[in-house]
């Protein structure tokens, strides 16, 4: 007879969890080194330089090959209109400053309106006394000389808040003047060298239209793929060991991991940043490259 024995639904349990176990093994560490696939330099700093106004072309003192500092005038485009407009606007602006500024007619108004109050007093305080020394209609007239004047005192503070506003108007048409000069100046953003040059003096560009490209190569990155299980652990930081095709090694440090898994070959984009003042390294050039965990 055969002898067979029955496992509980507890027994289970841990017979299925001891297999786990015993199956489970990591993946990946980065105590060793993972292999970078499709690895090519890639720029960081880079820039398009686009017309930000239609216009003539009237300055283009730069040529491919030219190293620019951030902040250089590169190009200019026509901006006679646009400092007319200036111009004018800061014309509007005096005006408007003069004007919130002078409150003379308030001055005034309010003098005559102490005077005209003291004048109804002295007659108030003389028919207190003698009765029908003053008559009815004089004390109406003086009483409305006083409420005319406070009129003409309000009327003027209120003639000096709207001088403010219009003074707040002129000082945006100012900054709005100002604001197109400015979009008529194309100003490297970056310290960069000019590789392409789009337009000529003289030429008339719109805007969005390019009219230089600076690149920078003091540093790129190194980008490249690594299967969605090895970027399930922690690669930001982690020690790029980028190699050449001449041998030499250069040192960068892992600085972005996509979330996104390509859903096709279940891969990760990476990208590490690499130093290149002394120009070892050139954009689209393909490398090696393994990541390791140095801590």
Not at 45 to 74: C, F, H, P, T, Y
Not at 122 to 150: C, G, N
Not at 168 to 188: D, F, G, N, T, Y
Request: hydrophobic letters at 45%.
């Amino acid at each position: 007879m055969t002898n067979t024995k029955k496992l509980n639904f507890g027994q289970l349990s841990i017979v299925g969890a001891a297999l786990c176990v015993l199956v489970y093994t990591p993946t990946f560490s980065l105590a060793q080194t993972i292999e970078v696939e499709s690895v090519v330099l890639r720029l960081i700093d880079e820039a398009d330089l686009a017309a930000g106004e239609s216009g003539i072309v009237v300055e283009l003192d730069v040529s491919e090959g030219q190293m620019v500092k951030r902040g250089d005038v590169i190009a200019r485009i026509d901006d006679t209109a646009a400092r007319i407009d200036e111009q004018t606007a800061r014309a509007e602006l005096a005006l408007a400053k003069a004007k919130a500024e002078n409150d003379v007619a308030v001055r005034a108004a309010e003098t005559a309106q102490r005077v005209a109050e003291a004048e109804l007093a002295r007659s108030e305080e003389s028919i207190a006394r003698f009765p029908k020394s003053v008559s009815q209609s004089q004390l109406d007239v003086e009483r409305l000389s006083v409420d005319k004047l406070k009129l003409e005192v309000e009327a003027g503070k209120q003639e000096i808040r709207l001088a403010g506003l219009a003074q707040q108007v002129a000082e945006r048409k100012v900054e709005a003047a100002e604001l197109r000069i400015k979009r008529r100046k194309i100003v490297s953003p970056i310290d960069a060298m000019v590789v392409e040059v789009e337009a000529a003096v003289g030429e008339w560009v719109e805007p969005g239209q390019k009219v230089v490209r600076l690149v920078s190569t003091q540093r790129l990155k190194a980008e490249g793929f690594v299967s969605a299980t090895q970027a399930a652990e922690d690669l930001s930081g982690a020690t790029a060991l980028v190699q050449l095709d001449n041998g030499q090694t250069v040192t960068g440090r892992v600085a972005f991991v996509s979330p996104e898994i390509d859903p096709i070959n279940k891969q990760v984009r990476i990208w590490a940043k690499l130093d290149n003042k002394d120009g070892k390294l050139r954009p689209g050039q393909p490398v090696a490259m393994t990541l390791k965990n140095e801590d």
